[in-house]
């Protein structure tokens, strides 16, 4: 009977996905060749298990592809509509706000590391290790920290790819879609560019109709 229950454990590892399987797939004809924007919109479907409709109509609402991104986490792990999340942010509430006045608690911003991160996630982390040991200890994240712990988070659970080498991908400057897309043209031998077809969608740091505090 244990011989039987422990081959019944192991075939169950072998079927069960691992951790690093990521959610990667390729789009084939679905994506534009060279459109990072649409490859992104595509991958942020799937990522947080959208219809690609509802993402396009998000969209709209910011430039800052970063921004676009921490708007969808927030939205997924609250429960709450994408445009309640637009509202908020338009009347000038950062991120972190946002995400108190949501309920949401402080852990959902991060993934475990095993090592104390170097810049610039240092910080943000250092507060959230003083956090867990003492839940009184206040933990405040800038928009910058919110946009690059979701990025990071993104390329971690969608292409299985290590905290570290998603935080080393992310220290690069570059946004999340350029981030995504040139992962995307690595595994899958399409040649999509840095450079973002849509004028306007990727410049500004700021999102449409407010003016977030940093």
């Given at each position: 009977?244990?011989?039987?229950?422990?081959?019944?454990?192991?075939?169950?590892?072998?079927?069960?996905?691992?951790?690093?399987?990521?959610?990667?797939?390729?789009?084939?004809?679905?994506?534009?060749?060279?459109?990072?924007?649409?490859?992104?919109?595509?991958?942020?479907?799937?990522?947080?298990?959208?219809?690609?409709?509802?993402?396009?109509?998000?969209?709209?609402?910011?430039?800052?592809p970063d921004d676009f991104a921490v708007a969808l986490f927030l939205a997924r792990r609250s429960g709450n509509s994408y445009d309640v999340i637009h509202r908020m942010r338009t009347t000038g509430l950062s991120w972190w706000d946002i995400s108190v006045r949501l309920g949401m608690p402080v852990?959902?911003?991060?993934?475990?590391?095993?090592?104390?991160?170097?810049?610039?996630?240092?910080?943000?982390?250092?507060?959230?290790?003083?956090?867990?040991?003492?839940?009184?200890?206040?933990?405040?994240l800038t928009?910058?920290?919110?946009?690059?712990?979701?990025?990071?988070?993104?390329?971690?659970e969608y292409y299985g790819v290590s905290v570290d080498v998603a935080m080393q991908w992310r220290s690069?400057?570059?946004d999340v879609r350029v981030l995504v897309s040139e992962e995307y043209g690595k595994r899958h031998g399409h040649k999509h560019t840095a450079a973002v077809k849509h004028p306007g969608k990727s410049k500004g740091k700021g999102h449409k109709g407010g003016k977030p505090r940093r």
């Amino acid at each position: 009977m244990k011989r039987v229950l422990l081959a019944l454990l192991f075939l169950a590892g072998l079927a069960a996905p691992t951790a690093q399987a990521g959610l990667d797939i390729d789009f084939g004809a679905a994506v534009r060749i060279g459109d990072d924007h649409d490859l992104f919109l595509s991958v942020s479907a799937r990522y947080f298990d959208e219809d690609r409709r509802s993402i396009d109509r998000v969209a709209l609402h910011y430039r800052n592809p970063d921004d676009f991104a921490v708007a969808l986490f927030l939205a997924r792990r609250s429960g709450n509509s994408y445009d309640v999340i637009h509202r908020m942010r338009t009347t000038g509430l950062s991120w972190w706000d946002i995400s108190v006045r949501l309920g949401m608690p402080v852990d959902v911003w991060f993934v475990p590391v095993r090592r104390d991160p170097g810049p610039p996630y240092g910080k943000a982390y250092g507060h959230w290790k003083h956090h867990k040991r003492n839940r009184n200890h206040a933990v405040v994240l800038t928009d910058v920290d919110a946009r690059n712990l979701v990025a990071v988070r993104m390329l971690h659970e969608y292409y299985g790819v290590s905290v570290d080498v998603a935080m080393q991908w992310r220290s690069s400057g570059r946004d999340v879609r350029v981030l995504v897309s040139e992962e995307y043209g690595k595994r899958h031998g399409h040649k999509h560019t840095a450079a973002v077809k849509h004028p306007g969608k990727s410049k500004g740091k700021g999102h449409k109709g407010g003016k977030p505090r940093r």
